[in-house]
């Protein structure tokens, strides 16, 4: 007899990936015409530039568990250092291989041993990450925001995020989102996410009470 919480579970995991896939296909679409200049922008993750962030995610996006547990086993279990290797192999020799690299996955479903709901919250927090510093707006609907801000607020497991809100109430000011007891944080659901995951510059998107704890938490993180 089929568990109906299992079969509930399973169709969100699949219904998550065409939303992966179109964020994908939206990146690589505003990234088409870059300059030189432009793929060498520092992106908001320390040390890398909007080019090694893209192959980045082309990495991840080649990785099953296999291949993932044999690079952590090949570094050592130095975890950054693995990171820093898949992202070379994948770099490519100009901006130009670099984001047809990226072209290749748009459809893949491979992934490392994580949920795909991490891989949807990797996908828009790196997309962010290299739009932001272009000045590139891209606009999603609130439903996919909130799920990746439902998983942020409840794991540490790819980036410490449920470590960084202790103490603080989070409230979204255009969708359901809301989390946690405290000062309180408010604003757009992207911007909760992305100082959620790190990124200290979203905090200048938020209000209230506690915006300056999270801004400090995501210099010192």
């Known amino acids: ?3 109906p919480e299992l079969t509930a579970d399973r ?6 990936w065409p939303v992966i896939r179109a964020e994908r296909a939206a990146l690589a679409a505003d990234l088409e015409g870059l300059t030189d200049e432009q793929w060498a922008t520092p992106s908001l993750c320390t040390g890398l530039t909007v080019r090694e962030v893209l192959a980045h ?4 996006a080649s990785l ?7 690079g ?3 570094c050592r279990f130095d975890f950054d250092k693995q990171v820093a290797m898949r992202l070379a192999e994948q770099l490519g020799a100009t901006p130009a291989e670099t984001l047809e690299r990226f072209r290749r ?4 479903t491979t992934k490392p041993p994580l949920p795909v709901i991490a891989m949807l919250g990797e996908t828009i927090v790196h997309g962010e990450d290299i739009r932001k ?10 439903e996919v925001l909130t799920q990746v801000a439902e998983y942020y607020r409840s794991t540490d497991l790819v980036v410490v995020a449920k470590g960084r809100i202790g ?7 255009d969708g359901p989102f809301t989390t946690g007891s405290g000062l309180l944080v408010s604003g757009p659901t992207l911007a909760l996410t992305m100082a959620m995951t790190g990124r200290a510059t979203y905090c200048d998107d938020l209000e209230g009470d506690g915006v300056e704890l999270l801004r400090s938490r995501c210099a010192t993180a």
């Open 1 to 3: 007899m089929t568990d």
């Open 11 to 16: 169709s969100r995991t699949t219904g998550l």
């Open 57 to 60: 995610l082309t990495a991840a």
């Open 64 to 70: 099953n568990a296999v291949r993932w547990m044999a």
């Open 72 to 74: 952590v086993i090949r």
């Open 105 to 108: 996955i748009v459809p893949s």
């Open 133 to 142: 510093p272009l000045g590139i707006r891209r606009d999603r609907p609130i």
């Open 167 to 173: 103490g603080l109430e989070l409230v979204a000011d």
